[in-house]
């Protein structure tokens, strides 16, 4: 059974941090490129940050890169974000996502609020 568990979302006041993690089980991790995602009601999901599927190397939306870095650690399956210097603009339900790299084939996770406020 696949299942991908974010963790680490909460409340944080702006300039803050907070570590993001996803557990993924049930599925071959290491042939699959790891990304985080975000949503706000009424807005598209987007791309905050991953792994590109054809050479691993690690991209970023505009609006965090400097302040956000996206690892990944294949001998305990797990990708984290860590965010910094965080904005309200940032506040947002963050995802976790799994695409395999010959396939396509594409997991998420349930998600995890992220609210950035003083």
């Known amino acids: ?58 991209n970023y939306v505009d609006s965090v890169k400097g302040r956000f870095t996206i690892s990944r650690d294949n001998a305990k399956n797990t990708v984290t974000l860590q965010m910094n210097s965080l904005r309200p603009e940032d506040t947002a339900v963050y995802y976790c996502s799994a695409k395999n790299k010959i396939s396509r084939a594409t997991y998420w996770g349930q998600g995890t609020q992220v609210t950035v406020s003083s």
Not at 3 to 9: A, F, H, I, N
Not at 18 to 44: D, T
């Open 1 to 58: 059974q696949v299942q991908l568990v974010e963790s680490g979302g909460g409340l944080v006041q702006p300039g803050g941090s907070l570590n993001l993690s996803c557990a993924a089980s049930g599925f071959a991790f290491s042939l699959y490129a790891m990304s985080w995602y975000r949503q706000v009601p009424g807005k598209e999901r987007e791309l905050v940050a991953g792994y590109n599927i054809r050479g691993g190397t690690q």
